[in-house]
């Protein structure tokens, strides 16, 4: 995977103002090799992290469509965030599931599967994801705090506050 930090000109960015440069990094390095995956996934998780959500999906979508000879769940997961981003619950439930069936183990495709859901108001499907995802971590602090609003907004006030707690344990506060 393609490391920006490694790359001298980089280097001495902080995070918060890599980001931009990164990608016209990657984008000229793109110009010289255009299916690179890893310069493609890269590019598409700056883009993801600017919310440039149409961007990150095409590049997301370019890798899909060269057909490598390995699936990669971290890609439909990425692209169904970016979906998500744009509205396109559809399709972002779609890459969700692509992800899972790639990997039965993925957590974060079943806590972003279900912020979707909780999204649509889908609140019990949002919880069983929510809590698949923690008992594939159970430190997935995350995903604690995903349920608990989704027990809130059920009026499961108690289960939504015991959540609360184990993400205050979880992260130290």
């Not at 960015?13 to 310069?39: A, H, R």
């Not at 559809?90 to 079943?110: S, T």
């Not at 599967?113 to 919880?127: C, F, N, Q, W």
């Amino acid at each position: 995977m393609y490391n920006w930090k490694n790359n001298p000109d980089l280097s001495s960015k902080t995070d918060g103002d890599y980001t931009s440069e990164v990608i016209d990094f990657l984008t000229s390095e793109l110009s010289k090799n255009p299916n690179n995956y890893e310069l493609l996934f890269s590019r598409g998780n700056g883009y993801l992290d600017l919310g440039k959500h149409q961007d990150a999906i095409i590049d997301y979508s370019k890798i899909i469509s060269l057909n490598f000879e390995f699936d990669i769940p971290s890609v439909y997961n990425n692209r169904g965030i970016s979906y998500r981003g744009t509205g396109q619950f559809d399709l972002a439930i779609n890459d969700f599931n692509k992800a899972i069936k790639l990997d039965a183990n993925y957590r974060d495709a079943f806590n972003n599967r279900g912020m979707v859901l909780a999204d649509l108001g889908k609140y019990k499907e949002a919880i069983a994801d929510y809590t698949t995802s923690i008992k594939l971590d159970p430190n997935y602090w995350y995903a604690y705090n995903n349920r608990a609003m989704s027990y809130w907004e059920m009026g499961f006030i108690e289960k939504a506050k015991k959540d609360y707690e184990t993400v205050k344990d979880l992260v130290g506060h």
